[in-house]
């Protein structure tokens, strides 16, 4: 059974500082990995997908990393912002492909 | 529409009454899915729609939940005899094709509170 996790829980940071959220996944047999942002009281963003072809995806300022081989994700949101504050959670498909299997979320706070 | 649809926004009920919650997704996205999320707690799937069809429904947590999608379109969750334990923000996505290939696009939700 796929497992999700995102250390920390929570994150706090002043402006200007680059973000690093971290996402581990337990079964490496993965179609992509899907990073969205949650604002409070809101639905999902879809923020970046990454094949597990890919090693990496930019998107602006965010860039995603994947080590398949490690079960490992990893976030970085460049130069942070006020606004950047919300849940980030990382999700992987199931083999099925009939849902995502989601980590606890990573809470982030970008203090001005 | 521009993007995935859910209503109501806020659902207040009673313990005991059956509740409907609907999603439109986007259309012709033929891959419809319906999560759960509980106060402090992560995403959980609860049915998996390919067209009209369920072939995944393993996520409902009980015979009290049921979902039908028509028209490979609108979706209706509905909830019998609420139990306070049902409280949570029920989200509906939709994608293209299935998970393994397409991005999931998620509605704001609907907020579920039984009292």
């Known amino acids: 059974k796929q497992e999700v996790t995102q250390i920390p829980a929570a994150l706090s940071v002043p402006e200007g500082e680059n973000l690093v959220l971290n996402c581990s996944f337990t079964?490496?047999?993965?179609?992509?990995l899907q990073w969205f942002r949650q604002d409070p009281g809101k639905g999902l963003t879809s923020l970046l997908l990454?094949?597990?072809?890919?090693r990496e995806q930019t998107s602006g300022r965010l860039n995603a990393s994947l080590d398949k081989s490690s079960g490992r994700s990893t976030l970085y949101i460049a130069a942070s912002q006020p606004g950047d504050s919300a849940t980030y959670l990382c999700?992987?498909?199931?083999?099925?492909?009939?849902?995502?299997?989601f980590g606890g979320g990573t809470r982030v706070l970008v203090k001005p | 529409g521009a993007g995935v649809s859910q209503s109501p926004s806020n659902k207040v009920t009673e313990k005991g009454k059956d509740v409907e919650l609907r999603c439109d997704p986007i259309?012709?996205?033929?891959?419809l899915y319906w999560y759960r999320q509980r106060l402090g707690q992560g995403l959980e799937f609860l049915i998996y729609?390919?067209?009209?069809?369920?072939?995944?429904k393993s996520g409902l947590p009980s015979d009290r939940f049921s979902a039908e999608r028509t028209g490979e379109s609108v979706s209706t969750l509905t909830i019998q005899r609420t139990q306070q334990e049902d409280s949570a923000v029920y989200l509906c996505?939709?994608?293209?094709?299935?998970?393994?290939?397409?991005?999931?696009?998620f509605g704001a939700g609907t907020r579920l509170s039984v009292l």
């Open positions: 729609f390919q067209g009209n069809s369920a072939p995944d």
């Open positions: 999700a992987v498909p199931s083999a099925a492909g009939n849902k995502l299997t």
């Open positions: 079964d490496s047999a993965i179609y992509n």
């Open positions: 996505a939709s994608s293209l094709s299935d998970a393994s290939s397409s991005i999931q696009y």
């Open positions: 990454i094949q597990s072809s890919q």
């Open positions: 259309s012709g996205h033929t891959a």
